[in-house]
């Protein structure tokens, strides 16, 4: 009997241990070599959070930079599972998720060079920078300038308008920046060795340039908006006052769907409005929270530095989440638009 119950706690130890290591490899539970547990699954994204951190990044910008890392990752182990399946045959989903792991380095000047990337348009570089020069681009600052002096914008508005024109220029920024990888990409292409890559790079290109393409219409439309609004004002129907609830509206509307659909969006992109405000409001506490840290740190208070260093830390953590949340929950949007565009488009 004891040897029966001997038996069995072993085959049930070594089920479990079985379990246990089974379950570690296919999870990739995130640790260091160390043991100890890292932020990431992916070791190149876990690199360029530890690098970082060492960085004097804001507190808002490194909240940023973590939620455009769990985006990346989450999309990084999905195209893992696919080509398992053999389902990215062209490598069109890998030369993606490529040229977006070199847009978050670039966009956080962690790419290896020094970014002379102008945030401007192309052809407005020769302009010295004055007082007024917000945007660092002309044509955004004159707009704003104006807009500004007009008298038609309530404080609360002139808030809501500088928010998009700071929307348009980080959009500027992030269409320079995949004009860049672009061009490199180019440069690779030129130097393809087989036939075959060769053929494998074009298709990339090709996919890179509609991007380019889809970008630069995106970036002219939205300056279409900001300069009717600088002009005229925002209207008493606005339907949203959140930048990038507005562009995903426009876009909706562009998109040829019918009026049930538009309102079945209208009230999704209503809560996906209000999820961006509170991250926005996040992010304004997590600044402040900052700011006290640093002044509690001077005083040298050990007990008082230990609690507004939890206190920001948990603030951190949730404002990352938050952040995660809300720019899956546009792409999300973004590719729901976009499905539905098509699918009028083809009937």
């Known amino acids: 009997m004891k040897l029966r119950y001997l038996v069995a706690a072993l085959c049930f130890g070594v089920g479990v241990m079985a379990g246990k290591y089974s379950r570690e490899t296919n999870e990739h539970q995130p640790s260091g070599s160390d043991g100890q547990t890292v932020e990431f699954r992916i070791a190149k994204l876990n690199q360029v959070w530890e690098k970082a951190k060492r960085m004097q990044l804001s507190p808002v910008r490194h909240a940023e930079l973590h ?155 939205g300056f279409e908006r900001l300069r009717k609004l600088s002009h005229e004002g925002f209207t008493e129907d606005s339907e949203f006052r959140e930048p990038r609830v507005i562009e995903l509206w426009e876009a909706a509307k562009r998109a040829n769907l019918s009026d049930d659909e538009l309102d079945s969006l209208k009230e999704e992109l209503r809560h996906f409005e209000t999820k961006v405000e509170k991250h926005s409001h996040y992010q304004e506490q997590l600044q402040l929270s900052h700011q006290k840290l640093r002044h ?46 098509l699918k009028h488009n083809e009937l």
């Open 67 to 221: 939620s455009d890392l769990k985006i990346q990752e989450k999309d990084e182990l999905q195209w893992k599972k696919v080509k398992v399946e053999g389902l990215d045959e062209n490598g069109e989903k890998e030369a993606q998720l490529r040229r977006n792991f070199n847009v978050i380095l670039a966009k956080y000047g962690m790419d290896g060079k020094r970014d002379t990337r102008p945030l401007e348009s192309n052809q407005l570089k020769d302009h010295d920078t004055k007082e007024g020069d917000v945007f660092e681009d002309p044509r955004l600052d004159k707009l704003w300038n104006k807009a500004k002096s007009s008298g038609k914008f309530s404080n609360e508005e002139l808030s809501s308008l500088k928010r998009e024109f700071q929307h348009h220029k980080d959009k500027t920024h992030e269409y320079n920046i995949l004009m860049d990888t672009v061009s490199r990409t180019e440069e690779i292409h030129k130097n393809a060795i087989s036939p075959l890559e060769g053929d494998r790079k074009e298709h990339v290109l090709h996919q890179k340039h509609t991007d380019l393409k889809q970008k630069m219409r995106d970036l002219s439309q």
């Open 296 to 341: 509690v740190e001077s005083l040298g208070d050990k007990e008082h530095i230990k609690r507004n260093q939890e206190k920001y830390d948990t603030l951190a953590e949730k404002t990352r989440e938050m952040g995660y949340k809300m720019k899956k929950h546009m792409l999300d949007l973004s590719n729901k638009i976009s499905r539905e565009g």
